[in-house]
C-alpha cells in the first residue's frame, strides 16, 4: 500500500544552523505534499506545502523541494530558532479521487540555544 | 474563527467499556479526516467523510472502531470493548473540500482526544 518514509526520527541542530528533513514516498498519484509542524500537546498544523508541479516553493525560512522522479521531498529551515522545535510530519494525497493522506513517522527538531 | 474542537480532551476508560469520542469540524467544510496517533509516533489514518459520500474506512484497525458524521457535520468516533492498546491520541481534522479558495487539501486539526485505557 501507500508508504511515507521520512528521515531523521530526531535532529538536534545549533540555533542559527539550518534543519533538513527527508522524506520518500511510494504512491506516484500523489500530487500533493503537504508538511505539519506539531508542538507539544496540540494538533498538527500546516507551514508549508508544494504540488507536483512545482519542484521548489520557499516562505521566509522554510522551503520545500520535490523531486517527482525519485519520489523525494525536503524540508529545509534554515537560520533555526528554539521555538522551531517540534515534531515535523510530512504528508502525499493524492487529490485526484478523494484526499486520503499518509503521513511519515515525524521528525523531533531540536534546537539549542 | 473557531477552529476545529474536540471532546473530551481526556478520557479514561477501563478496559472492556465503550468510548465516544466527539468531533466538531470548521463551519463549511465537507471533507473530515479521523486519525491516531500513539505515543511518539506518526498519524496513522482511521476514516475519511467527503460530503455525501460513503466514507473511507480503509483505516479503521478493527470492526471495535466506528464513526459517524451526521447532518454532515458533527462527527463521533466509537470503539466498542476497549482494549490497552487503544490508548493513544484521535486527531480529527477537516478541510474545505471541494474547493472554493485557497488550498483546498489543507487539513486543519483539533487538539486531540488522549485516550487511556486501564
Known amino acids: 500500500g501507500e508508504n511515507v518514509e521520512q528521515h531523521p526520527s530526531t535532529l538536534s541542530v545549533q540555533e542559527g544552523d539550518s534543519a533538513v528533513i527527508k522524506c520518500t514516498y511510494s504512491d506516484s498519484a500523489s500530487n500533493y505534499f503537504p508538511w505539519y509542524k506539531q508542538e507539544l500537546g496540540k494538533g498538527p498544523q500546516l507551514i508549508i506545502d508544494?504540488?507536483?508541479?512545482?519542484g521548489e516553493k520557499k516562505d521566509q525560512r522554510i522551503a520545500v523541494t520535490l523531486n517527482k522522479t525519485a519520489k523525494h521531498f525536503s524540508l529545509h529551515i534554515t537560520e533555526t530558532q528554539p521555538e522551531d522545535s517540534a515534531v515535523y510530519f510530512c504528508a502525499a494525497t493524492d487529490n485526484t479521487g478523494g484526499f486520503k493522506t499518509i503521513f511519515g513517522a515525524g521528525t523531533r527538531l531540536f534546537v539549542k540555544a | 474563527g473557531a477552529g476545529v474542537s474536540q471532546s473530551p480532551s481526556n478520557k479514561v476508560t477501563e478496559k472492556g467499556k465503550d468510548v465516544e469520542l466527539r468531533c466538531d469540524p470548521i463551519?463549511?467544510?465537507?471533507?473530515l479526516y479521523w486519525y491516531r496517533q500513539s505515543l511518539g509516533q506518526g498519524l496513522e489514518f482511521l476514516i475519511y467523510f467527503q460530503g455525501n459520500s460513503a466514507p473511507d474506512k480503509s483505516g479503521l484497525p478493527s470492526d471495535r472502531f466506528s464513526a459517524e458524521r451526521t447532518g454532515g457535520s458533527v462527527s463521533t468516533l466509537t470503539i466498542q470493548r476497549t482494549q490497552q492498546e487503544d490508548s493513544a491520541v484521535y486527531l480529527c481534522?477537516?478541510?474545505?473540500?471541494?474547493?472554493?479558495?485557497?488550498?483546498?487539501?489543507?487539513?486543519?486539526f483539533g487538539p486531540g482526544t488522549r485516550l487511556l485505557v486501564l
Open positions: 481534522a477537516s478541510s474545505p473540500y471541494p474547493p472554493s479558495s485557497g488550498s483546498r487539501e489543507t487539513q486543519y
Open positions: 508544494i504540488r507536483s508541479n512545482v
Open positions: 463551519s463549511g467544510h465537507t471533507a
